[in-house]
């Protein structure tokens, strides 16, 4: 079976693919950044899969492979970055064999927050995260809610026998099952994310329709509510807000030779 990951980066999807097919497999990576391929040609040399999967730099938008090349030609979380994803899966059905498989891997449009203790700031973040999604939309064309409007697409590129599944996910810190040193870390790792990208953030948030207001009381809110997670574990482990998101699998083929 030949499989390609379009979108690679560093590689985890594609070592993941390498691994759920042992045998007769080869798995190819390709992303447009050099530097990410480099990475993921060291990793993968230490997972011991160098020989299984090979990488290459390439857009998306113009493969590096030729007509009917692979038996499956996946992404995950590439669509959502691109403002034309009818022609990355134009390109990824044309290196796919007929009859074989084009899969994508991407966010959909539920995401979900809510705090029993605070009405309010669950209504604020809720808006934040409507108006990051319309900001990212506006300025860059991206759709990070992409996921529900693959099938549509994928139809739109041609491809038959379209189907999709959801896979749902949601995080409590209350969860017993998650470390509580893991549960800091993921607030910590977040909250630092956003501090160093704030600028850009706060663009998108205006620029999705969130006043400047209620964009600095956010951001407040959530200073606050960090340093208080990150202050006392008794907090954290009574904290029952819980926030929920989804992920699209959309899959479809491309038509066989005698179809
Ligand atoms: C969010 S990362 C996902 C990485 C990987 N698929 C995973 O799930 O771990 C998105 C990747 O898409 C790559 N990318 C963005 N635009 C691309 C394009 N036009 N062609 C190929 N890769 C692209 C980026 O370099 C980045 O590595």
Request: include cysteine; charged fraction near 30%.
């Amino acid at each position: 079976m030949i499989i390609v990951d379009v979108g690679c980066g560093t590689g985890d999807f594609t070592r993941y693919l390498a691994r759920l097919n042992p045998g007769k497999c080869r798995v190819i990576g390709v992303d447009s950044r050099a530097a990410s391929i480099k990475a993921a040609e060291v990793e993968t040399k230490k997972a011991g899969l160098s020989k299984r999967i090979v990488f290459k730099v390439g857009d998306v938008n113009k493969l590096p492979l030729e007509n009917d090349y692979a038996d499956l030609t996946c992404c995950r979380t590439l669509l959502m970055h691109l403002p034309n994803p009818l022609i990355a899966v134009k390109e990824m059905t044309r290196v796919t064999r007929p009859g074989g498989s084009v899969a994508a891997v991407e966010p959909g449009g539920m995401r979900t927050f809510h705090d029993p203790k605070d009405q309010k700031f669950t209504e604020l973040a809720l808006a934040v995260e409507k108006a990051y999604r319309a900001g990212i939309k506006n300025l860059e064309g991206k759709d990070f809610a992409i996921g529900e409007k693959l099938p549509g697409v994928f139809q739109e590129a041609g491809l038959l026998g379209i189907r999709a599944e959801v896979q749902a996910d949601s995080w409590v810190n209350s969860d017993p099952r998650r470390r509580l040193r893991d549960v800091r870390e993921e607030i910590k790792f977040g909250w630092q994310m956003f501090k160093e990208n704030e600028k850009t953030e706060r663009r998108y948030l205006l620029a999705g329709g969130l006043s400047p207001e209620r964009v600095r009381s956010f951001v407040r809110q959530q200073e606050r509510r960090v340093k208080e997670y990150l202050s006392s574990d008794d907090k954290l482990r009574n904290d029952t807000s819980t926030y929920g998101a989804s992920i699209f699998i959309t899959i479809g083929n491309k038509r066989a030779g005698e179809d």
